[in-house]
Nanobody
């Protein structure tokens, strides 16, 4: 089970960190990803981190502003979001993929096995 938390309402330019706590499985064996879905739009990839934590990938729209990480000891993944804009408003979902590959980052939502319920992030102008 994956449970996101930390979403909320912020102003443009603010920062926000969302978390994804895993239970029932150890994320040390998983690559993790963050996706988002805005109203009327398809779910899109935001950021991914490899099983080892040594590789990360970001969408062009968030590169340089967002940082993904995973803490295996806390069994939690994080997404630090800086310089938020109204275009970042969406429901943010974390996802996990069991993998034997330490440095592969998956960007296709179809490749992920487990999903959280999502957390709303709203950025006002």
């Amino acid at each position: 089970q994956l449970v996101e938390s930390g979403g909320g309402l912020v102003q443009a330019g603010d920062s926000l960190s969302v978390s994804c706590a895993a239970s029932g499985r150890a994320i040390i064996n998983y690559g993790m990803g963050w996706f988002r879905q805005a109203p009327g739009k398809e779910r899109e990839f935001v950021a991914g981190v490899s099983r080892s934590g040594g590789s990360t990938t970001y969408s062009d729209s968030v590169k340089g502003r967002f940082t993904i990480s995973k803490d295996n000891a806390k069994n939690t993944a994080y997404l630090q979001m800086n310089s938020l804009t109204p275009e970042d408003t969406a429901v943010y979902y974390c996802a996990a993929k069991s993998t034997i590959y330490s440095y592969t980052v998956l960007t296709d939502s179809a490749n992920y096995d487990y999903w959280g319920q999502g957390t709303q992030v709203t950025v006002s102008s």
